[in-house]
């Protein structure tokens, strides 16, 4: 258990115990919050907002990507794959966002036969994120 | 300031907003290019522009470059914000008529830094806009003056454009920034006020 330098809500102290809990990877699978948490100048308030933002908004994103690629556009795959990459991006330069970059390459070069097997891994790590962010976001139980 | 944030992700949206309101910034938030060139338009649009380079409808930078074709543009300070970070996106984002260029995932403290430029060459914009319509005011004034002027030949009244004519003390204060102040110069003295 990884525990990561950190103040307290009312920013007056340490506060190991939630880090513990927000930065254990079997509360929220391979995704751990503190990176983001460190980026967002330790606001962990905000961070588990926009954690709650994304489980809220993936399923739309998801779906536009799926649609795409059930229609073969590739000019579609690109902005759908564009756009989760983005939202994606906000939590992890990893695993989905760059399995979503790598769909919007695919768009780009006009390779929409290629899609759906990508498709299929992009979806699954996406609800391995979502499942984490969503327990984060829900906050030290 | 008011500010306007233009990004189809809603995750950045909230962490910018949140963030911007931090630090004193009143923002509009808005999904895509095309609701953000509503909201840019008119005198009472936010001076200042966060606009994402790929989102639904206008994107990043053609919202720039029409914003900087429109002749009636108030002061604005565009941000153009991207996760694209090569160098060629970064002189084609600055082409478009941005500012600044700003890469994701955003640097908090950067774009700070950058908003205090913005405000800084907002301010100095609108500052000197003020300075140039009182400039431009004045020049009307000075240019009531030019032209013929019937003056009598006697009295030295002068004739107005409503063919009244007045003194030239008072046409004078009338059209210009002028004030006179009345004295009697030696030659008068002597003529009409002469040493017993």
Redesign the interface.
Known sequence: MTVVPGRDRDGSRESEMERDIVDDPDVHGEWSPAPMIV???D?ED?AR??AG??A??YPGMMAAVHESVARGCAESIR?AA??L???A???T?EAPTTTAFELEQIGREGRAADAPAVVERLAREVDTLARALSSFARGPS | MNVLIAD?????R??LR?HLERWAYTVVERKDGDEAWTALQGSEAPPLAIVDW?MPGIDGPTLCHDLRNRTTTPPMYLILLT?NTEHRDVIAGLESGADDYIT??VD?DLLRARMRIGSRIVGLQRALGARVAELQSALVNVRQLSGLLPICAYCKRVRDDQDYWQQIERYLSEHSEAQFSHGICPDCLEVHLPAE
């Open positions: 980026r967002l100048g606001d905000l907002q926009l933002i994304f809220t908004e902005v564009h756009a990459k983005g939202c991006a906000n939590f330069d | 189809d992700d809603a995750v950045l909230r962490a949140i790929n996760g994701k995932p908090w």
